[in-house]
């Protein structure tokens, strides 16, 4: 009997997922001085797209070559940058290998708002950052931990309307460069702490004007952005949002689901489910081993944030429905679709080790027990042990993992982190 993750997804755009597997953003670092997309990007999507999964959403593309998360970002070139010809090519090339063997590929795309570091982008070295309000962020609690984070952050400025505006129209133009570049869609990335969840999360978010203040306020940004995007795209082209579910606490949870049925309303593709930031970085949370042999709500108790993904399903029944964070198992992933939690199940970190496991999960000749995986917390080096600083040790997952990716892309055997 086929697994149920093996049943197709149609969109409400009309775009259909052969079946229920994502391989879900990450930090590729593959992007060199022009952050355009090269052949180390073609070579390691090429290989996820061999993999059978049914979307394949990228990491980062920034929209503005002045902000970028890192320094090795791939990102829009600047407005009106669409109609470069040079530029464009290295897209389309992009689009070719991510989607050559069937699997839709989405352009997840983002602002880092006071998340991107110092000299990461063309606004200068002791240029400030920009975000809803002027509250710069907080990485650790010791000593140390502050001065490395003012040396690595600079402190935000709050942007002004005509900041805003410009960061619309930055959006829109790159998801009108991603469709005439033959991708499939685009997510808007409003989770992680980036500049659009900085935005709709009343703790960064302190603005009285039309961009604060209340729930519907903190969601105009995102909701101009969507307006625009769908207006330059064509009409099967995916659009789907990137929501954090823990970051903004149970007490914020009304305003949270009336934020996403505001989205709703506005006619999404897709939700995708995450959480974290970098100042509470829940989206690259160890797991621990789970045991084989184990019930079906025990396994699905794999994903990270399964409950607030459950409580929007209840709420909003009709939205398709992807759920990242933990996944390790065709038992887990099977179970949060029965759960009815979801209706896609994205997987980060696995994909980076085994780029091919959906064909793993979907071989029904392969048993339960193996198709499975483990992985290890990723140690953090002996300073930031040694220092016990959060801040220098949090980088430590995200390393090791965009090193896998860079391993995909040169054809090297990719391996999981070492145990403890």
Request: charged share 20%; net charge neutral; proline share 5%.
């Amino acid at each position: 009997m086929a697994s149920v993750l093996s049943d197709p997804v149609k969109l409400p755009c009309g775009l259909v997922f052969p079946n229920r597997l994502s391989k879900a953003a990450m930090a590729e670092n593959l992007a060199q001085s022009n952050n355009n997309p090269n052949e180390d990007f073609n070579e390691a999507y090429n290989k996820w797209s061999e993999g059978g999964w049914g979307m394949i959403v990228t990491g980062n593309v920034q929209v503005d070559i002045d902000h970028l998360g890192n320094f090795l970002d791939p990102a829009f070139q600047g407005e009106n940058a669409v109609s470069n010809d040079k530029h464009l090519e290295s897209w389309k090339k992009y689009a070719a290998a991510s989607q050559k063997h069937g699997s839709p590929t989405i352009v997840q795309i983002s602002h880092p708002g006071k998340q991107s570091l110092r000299g990461a982008g063309r606004r200068g070295l002791f240029a400030s950052t920009m975000a809803p309000s002027a509250i710069p962020l907080t990485l650790g609690t010791s000593l140390l931990d502050s001065v490395v984070t003012s040396l690595a952050f600079p402190k935000p400025r709050e942007m002004t309307l005509k900041d805003i505006d410009r960061v619309i129209r930055l959006f829109v133009d790159t998801a009108r460069m991603v469709a005439d570049s033959g991708f499939s869609g685009i997510e808007l990335h409003a989770a992680h702490g980036y500049l659009l969840d900085q935005f709709l999360n009343a703790k960064s978010n302190l603005r009285t004007d039309d961009y604060g203040g209340s729930p519907e306020k903190r969601s105009k940004l995102l909701l101009d952005i969507l307006k625009g995007c769908r207006e330059v795209v064509p009409h099967n082209f995916c659009i789907g949002v990137k929501l954090n579910s823990a970051d903004h606490g149970a007490a914020n949870l009304e305003d949270t689901m009336s934020q996403i049925g505001l989205l709703v309303t506005a006619g999404i593709d897709f939700l995708e489910v995450s959480g974290g930031t970098y100042e509470n970085p829940r989206m690259v949370e160890g797991d621990k081993p789970q045991p084989v042999q184990k019930s079906a709500r025990t396994a699905a108790r794999e994903a990270f944030f399964l409950e607030f993904a459950k409580e929007t399903r209840k709420r909003y029944p009709n939205l398709v429905l992807m759920l990242t964070g933990g996944f390790r198992s065709r038992s887990g992933a099977e179970a949060a679709i029965k759960e009815n939690a979801c209706d896609i199940v994205g997987m980060a970190r696995p994909a980076a080790i085994y780029p091919n496991f959906p064909i793993v999960l979907l071989d029904q000749s392969i048993s339960d027990e193996d198709a499975q995986i483990t992985l290890s917390r990723v140690r953090p080096g002996f300073l930031p042990r040694l220092l016990r600083s959060q801040v220098l040790g949090a980088g430590a997952e995200t390393t090791f993992y965009a090193n896998q990716i860079h391993r995909l892309a040169k054809g090297e055997t990719t391996f999981a982190p070492a145990s403890a």
